[in-house]
């Protein structure tokens, strides 16, 4: 049970490039999200997908896009990078958004990040 | 959305209790009190979440004040491992994930 991996760990692109950035969760969850973390902010949110086929905008989604055509796969995609999506990326999954009482925590299973560096 | 407050650093003692204080005079009836971790270089991972009463598990006890506008995360007897930042976070009961609001937490040192 590897829970949340992500792919790569580390890239270094120049402005204007494209890349995808791979999610991959084998705890058969509903939910997934995409955050940046930079220094001096807390994790913000660029889209989140609460099923298969389906994605939504978070807090900061220009300059990016997601596809989610497998449950267990959230791609992030960068069309053409600028040095201000310069950044650690964060993938997380969940079960269903719905809250299920004190018993149930529906907390986020989080990977081990991708530092992506746009020069 | 409602938000937290919470210390920019602590500091501690390895093998001393550790008391994380959070604000959330804004919390509404239905929030969920979450608290995550993130250790150096590593994606954040849930610690403990309560609503209304105290709540212990393997790694800490919540306590959360009669009115719920604070919280106190506790760490019984902290260890070198536990030197991590500590995120506060409220969560609407209609689970919404996408709505968590992310603050800068509180960076905890653990001297030997």
Redesign the interface.
């Known amino acids: 049970n590897a829970g949340?991996t992500q792919t790569p760990k580390f890239r270094v692109l120049k402005t204007g490039q494209s890349m995808t950035l791979l999610c991959a969760q084998d705890m058969n969850h509903e939910?997934m999200?995409w955050?940046r973390q930079d220094p001096?902010?807390?994790?913000?949110?660029i889209h989140?997908s609460v099923g298969e086929g389906t994605t939504?905008k978070?807090e900061v989604p220009d300059g990016y896009n997601v596809s989610r055509l497998k449950k267990q796969n959230f791609l992030l995609g960068l069309e053409s990078a600028a040095p201000s999506q310069t950044s650690v990326y964060?993938c997380?999954s969940?079960y269903?958004?719905?809250?299920g009482g004190?018993t149930r925590?529906?907390?986020?299973?989080?990977?081990?990040?991708t530092r992506l560096t746009v020069l | 959305d409602a938000k937290t407050t919470q210390p920019n650093s602590m500091e501690s003692n390895e093998e001393e209790p550790v008391h994380l204080p959070c604000n959330h005079s804004t919390i509404s009836g239905t929030d969920?009190i979450?608290w995550?971790r993130q250790l150096p270089?590593?994606?954040?991972?849930?610690v403990i979440?309560?609503?209304t009463?105290n709540?212990n598990n393997r790694m800490a006890s919540l306590a959360i004040a009669e009115d719920r506008k604070s919280s106190t995360l506790i760490l019984h007897r902290a260890t070198l491992r536990d030197a991590a930042v500590y995120?506060c976070i409220l969560?609407p009961?209609?689970?919404?994930?996408?709505k968590?609001?992310?603050?800068?937490?509180t960076s905890l040192a653990v001297n030997p």
């Open positions: 949340v939910y999200y955050y001096g902010m807390g994790l913000r949110l989140y939504a978070g964060f997380a969940s269903s958004g719905l809250a004190p925590s529906n907390e986020q299973f989080f990977g081990p990040g | 969920y979450h995550y270089s590593q994606g954040p991972e849930y979440h309560g609503l009463s709540v995120y969560r009961y209609a689970g919404n994930n996408r968590l609001i992310w603050g800068l937490g």
